[in-house]
């Protein structure tokens, strides 16, 4: 049975524009220079450079009755020339361009490279050379092959055709793992540690390490030294050394060598700058790669050209127009993109020095005050998503150092007398506690929370055990030392 229904929605859809720039905002100022220098190549009507006019418009005046489907006529503003900008203005755009720095960017030689190298020196068959290429392939960040070699062998198989079974994988590995850095192609801690103790000059204290992480490693990870010292028998001051010749071997040994362009591309650009003069707050923004932009003439002379020539219209002069107008209005829009998210920026940074005025003055974790999205958003005039975009993956430079905008962001406490405080000051007690405690006999969660309750903060257990997990502090059994 058919049936006819008249039904009323109300639906909220976001623009483009609206889309691009919660996307922008999402950026941090590396990746935003990245994004600028992509948008510059891809339109062609967006170039670099101060904007000489800001009378580009677009106007509904009507249909072209010429154009058909109902375009809309597009009507542009004058466009300055170089002759019409004053001499002050051009000297000082030529001093700025000249002051810009070529900054170098030099990567060093990689892990990868670094053991390909030493492949090179090796005498080996053609047949194992690719087999350790594949393997060095697979060794990751922190120096280790976590790949099953049943799976590397397979896949050797498959990609070069070559018969591999896992015992020849298996051989060709312990040949990389003779390689630099001590400990490198490991399959696990375990692995890795016994590499660089086997490497060492074998003294009975090094054999003794040795022993324990081959046969006692889970006693070990877990500090149980009364059961080392029972089940190999020794005194307190023969673990002790043991112990030390452990703990000084690399648990990563791949991550101490640089990590090349990966590494260089995790270094922290500042977003924001806040300076402390004589009791003032000052706040710039980080815009060095955040170039001037504007709407390329040559386009825009092209689109008035086309659009002015009502007469004898083709095809393709439409298709051109539709062009053109697209990527003017693309550019238009990721200018006042950039602007707008700018102006975000800098406005969600000043709600969060007007709430943390005390700390950028000082630098002192204790004046920090309680404070969540919902207070940013409610002083920058902003909604709570849009300040949880901003602050994500956001740096502030201050004279105290480079804080993530995440840091600032706390929940709230009271003490016994009702006041309300930071979670901070109770976190920053705690860790002072542990780095001063006895490592032979650890603070244990209940002492942490009996501490704290003394001295004014009442928190349960469990909420101290969740601080110290924040704090990336293990228990007190893990901190344990002899």
Request: net charge negative; hydrophobic share 35%.
């Amino acid at each position: 049975m058919l049936k006819q229904q008249l039904q009323q929605k109300l639906q909220q859809k976001l623009s483009p524009q609206q889309i691009q720039l919660i996307r922008l905002l999402e950026l941090p100022a590396i990746e935003l220079e990245e994004r600028i220098k992509h948008e510059l190549e891809e339109n062609p009507a967006l170039e670099e450079g101060q904007e000489l006019s800001d009378d580009f418009e677009r106007t509904e005046e009507g249909a072209d009755e010429n154009t058909g489907d109902g375009e809309t006529d597009i009507s542009l503003g004058d466009y300055m020339t170089e002759d019409d900008i004053p001499e002050y203005k051009l000297r000082e755009i030529r001093k700025r361009t000249e002051q810009k720095e070529s900054i170098p960017f030099s990567v060093g030689q990689s892990l990868n490279e670094f053991l390909l190298q030493q492949l090179g020196l090796r005498d080996l068959p053609l047949e194992e050379v690719r087999i350790a290429e594949y393997i060095i392939g697979n060794i990751d960040d922190d120096g280790y092959l976590r790949r099953d070699l049943m799976a590397i062998a397979d896949d050797i198989i498959f990609l070069a055709g070559q018969e591999v079974e896992e015992k020849d994988v298996e051989k060709v590995l312990s040949i990389i793992q003779d390689f630099d850095p001590p400990g490198i192609g490991a399959r696990d801690l375990k692995e890795c540690l016994l590499i660089q103790l086997n490497r060492k000059v074998q003294t009975p204290v090094v054999q003794l390490a040795v022993q324990i992480v081959k046969n006692y490693f889970e006693e070990f990870i877990r500090k149980h030294y009364d059961r080392i010292m029972r089940l190999l028998n020794i005194e307190e001051e023969k673990l002790k050394k043991a112990l030390h010749e452990i703990t000084v071997l690399d648990p990563k040994p791949g991550s101490s060598w640089g990590g090349g362009l990966e590494s260089a591309m995790s270094i922290v650009v500042p977003d924001f700058i806040v300076e402390a003069v004589n009791g003032e707050l000052f706040l710039t923004m980080n815009n060095r790669g955040v170039p001037e932009m504007r709407i390329n003439r040559e386009y825009a002379e092209m689109l008035q050209d086309y659009a002015g020539n009502k007469v004898n219209q083709t095809s393709q002069m439409r298709e051109a127009v539709q062009f053109v107008k697209q990527k003017l209005d693309a550019a238009q829009w990721f200018i006042e993109a950039i602007r707008q998210r700018q102006e975000i920026l800098q406005r969600t940074m000043q709600a969060i020095i007007t709430l943390q005025h005390e700390f950028f003055l000082t630098g002192d974790e204790t004046t920090l005050h309680p404070m969540i999205l919902k207070d940013v958003a409610e002083l920058a005039g902003y909604d709570i998503s849009t300040i949880s975009r901003v602050s994500n993956s956001k740096y502030v430079q201050t004279n105290f150092g480079i804080y993530s905008l995440k840091y600032f962001f706390s929940e709230s406490m009271q003490t016994d007398s009702g006041e309300e405080i930071s979670t901070r000051e109770a976190k920053k007690i705690m860790k002072e506690y542990i780095e001063s405690e006895d490592k032979c006999k650890p603070v244990t969660d209940d002492q942490l929370t009996t501490i704290l309750k003394e001295k004014g903060y009442m928190i349960a257990r469990r909420t101290v055990a969740k601080y110290r997990e924040q704090l990336g502090i293990p228990v007190a059994r893990l901190r344990k030392e002899i």
